[in-house]
């Protein structure tokens, strides 16, 4: 079992819709939560971090379950600017495990 | 200005070469990292080091060797064991302690590596 896995994707969406991915990770002893956005051909670049009683950034809102073990991200209102590659990132002890990453892509 | 620098952006390697791929960076971060992304995939650790003179193999090490002589360089060496070298590598760094847990990772450009 990999260690951190996602939705498969690809997400097509129109613009303004609602869209929301999972993550799920395999060590229950993770310490931290993260998700990343990947632009084609650039570098991954933080989005927000996660915790434990759900956090908002605009848009987006972030969501942990430790219990279950699942990791999960919001986008509301979509723009064509949100088109990218949405990356769940798992920390323990420095160790940072990134899953293969939910492309997703918004229409006009 | 602060942050990671990876040299060169492209870099083309005859089979059989070893080859170093340049990390720097000047956030004063103790961890490093070297990832290898190939196309439409995640991101595969290589190696990461938590301080100088100690580094530890991630998922895919074989093939592939590091150095932390100092803090601020973690360059990755490419050598001829590897198979399928060609691919997208990346070097981060992050800040804080391990208990530290909310310290972001931050990433350089990225090197893109072809083996011909």
């Known amino acids: 079992r990999k260690e951190v896995e996602q939705d498969p994707g690809p997400f097509n969406v129109p613009e303004g819709a609602t869209v929301a991915f999972n993550c799920t990770y395999s060590?229950?002893?993770?310490?931290?939560f993260f998700w990343y956005r990947q632009d084609c051909r650039k570098e991954p670049k933080l989005l927000m971090s996660v915790y434990s009683s759900g956090n908002e950034d605009g848009r987006f809102t972030a969501q942990l379950n430790r219990a279950s073990q699942y990791i999960s991200l919001l986008i509301r209102d979509s723009k064509l600017s949100d088109s990218a590659t949405y990356l769940c990132?798992?920390?323990?002890?420095?160790?940072?495990?990134f899953g293969a990453g939910t492309r997703l892509t918004v229409k006009p | 200005d602060g942050g990671i620098t990876q040299s060169p952006k492209y870099l083309f390697r005859k089979e059989g070469q070893n080859v170093t791929l340049s990390c720097e960076q000047n956030?004063?971060?103790?961890?490093m990292y070297w990832y290898r992304q190939d196309p439409g995939q995640g991101l595969r650790l290589i190696y990461y080091s938590q301080i100088v003179n100690d580094f530890q193999k991630g998922d895919i090490a074989e093939g592939y060797s590091v150095s932390r002589e100092k803090k601020e360089s973690f360059p990755l060496t490419v050598t001829s064991a590897q198979k399928n070298p060609t691919a997208f590598y990346l070097c981060a760094s992050k800040g804080g302690r391990t208990s530290e847990s909310t310290d972001t990772q931050y990433f350089g450009p990225g090197t893109r590596l072809t083996v011909l």
């Open positions: 060590n229950s002893a993770s310490q931290s």
């Open positions: 956030l004063n971060h103790d961890a």
């Open positions: 990132v798992v920390n323990k002890n420095n160790d940072m495990r």
